[in-house]
């Protein structure tokens, strides 16, 4: 590797490392419920938090006026705002670091004619795309600051989604600076490959709609809901569709189940890899580990009653296995 793509490869992990910081904190801070805590956005000048006793008074204030404080939190002190208040600033400020130190290396970069010119425009359209995770972002607090005090679950998946996306697309040209090895492999195996990929993002977005409709807090059993298969009240509401994306019930049985059906698919891609290199069998062996591990990882949250603890685990543990999904999409080639 040169001088050049070493450059390049360290600014990038570097990127990647702030990016997967940033899911996890955003991850906090919903389950801390902070994300409604900040009823404004500002982008240049909401980078300095409140300072004096006045400041902070000015933006209590301005948090009672919506719902949550009025539904939720009323009577809520001034030091339990604070605290939910530096949850989502630190978030906010994640961001803005995230920008600095992805453009102001980027612009260096380029000026010293390190970075090769076909993968130019695909970083400027990762800082575009950072851009969006940040409006993305304020139009998911928007839609818990009118009438209910709750993010739209829909805008909230949007938004891991988009975050998860985004740290896959930088995740890629690393592998690419780093001159990443790829190996052919047969249809059979690449299509194996996209499956569990299409499945995880399936899963991963039911995720976010368990966590935006607090589905986890109810039935928390587990094979069984409520003693059965899948609870009554998956099937409540009508049309008969809207339960597929917003019964708290069904939504929570979805996300069980995909991950079983997920857990067997990389069971099946194991025993199809087998024979291949070591590299690609560790590759997949390595998948199958981590699942199981996020299998776990939500069982247990699901049983435990979501604790901050094991919620924010186990949605770290989805961004690694998504960056070895990435890993091993980027390495295996189907033969040509």
């Known amino acids: 590797m040169s001088k050049a793509d070493r450059a390049v490869a360290y600014w990038l992990s570097s990127v990647c490392v702030v990016v997967f910081c940033m899911i996890v904190v955003g991850g906090v801070t919903r389950l801390t419920h902070s994300g409604l805590s900040m009823v404004d956005w500002k982008p240049i000048l909401g980078a300095i938090p409140p300072i004096s006793e ?79 995770q940040g409006l993305l972002g304020w139009y998911m607090v928007k839609s818990g600051l009118v009438d209910i005090p709750r993010v739209s679950h829909f805008r909230l998946a949007a938004h891991l989604l988009l975050a998860m996306f985004l740290l896959a697309y930088l995740f890629w040209f690393l592998l690419d600076v780093c001159q990443v090895q790829t190996e052919s492999v047969s249809r059979t195996m690449r299509r194996w490959l996209v499956i569990v990929a299409v499945l995880f993002g399936i899963q991963t977005m039911y995720g976010a709609f368990v966590a935006g409709l607090r589905a986890g807090l109810g039935f928390n059993t587990f094979p069984l809901m409520d003693g059965r298969f899948m609870s009554e009240a998956a099937m409540m509401m009508s049309p008969l569709w809207v339960n597929f994306t917003e019964n708290g019930a069904m939504v929570q049985f979805i996300h069980r189940w995909i991950a079983v059906l997920l857990s067997c698919a990389t069971i099946a891609g194991v025993a199809v890899v087998k024979g291949s290199s070591a590299r690609l069998f560790g590759g997949w062996l390595l998948l199958l580990i981590l699942l199981a591990i996020q299998f776990l ?12 603890s094991l919620a924010s685990l186990h949605q770290a543990g989805a961004v690694i296995v998504m960056l070895v999904l990435v890993y091993l999409l980027y390495v295996c080639q189907p033969v040509r």
């Open 297 to 308: 990882l939500g069982v247990m949250t699901l049983l435990f009653y979501v604790p901050i």
């Open 54 to 132: 006045d400041a902070w008074q000015d933006a209590f204030d301005a948090y009672k006026q919506y719902p949550e404080y009025q539904k939720v939190n009323q009577g809520m002190q001034l030091s339990e705002f604070k605290f939910i208040y530096y949850w989502e600033y630190g978030h906010r400020l994640l961001g803005r670091i995230i920008g600095l130190i992805f453009f102001l290396p980027l612009m260096v970069l380029i000026s010293l004619k390190m970075i090769s010119r076909k993968l130019v425009p695909k970083l400027f359209i990762a800082f575009v795309l950072g851009g969006l």
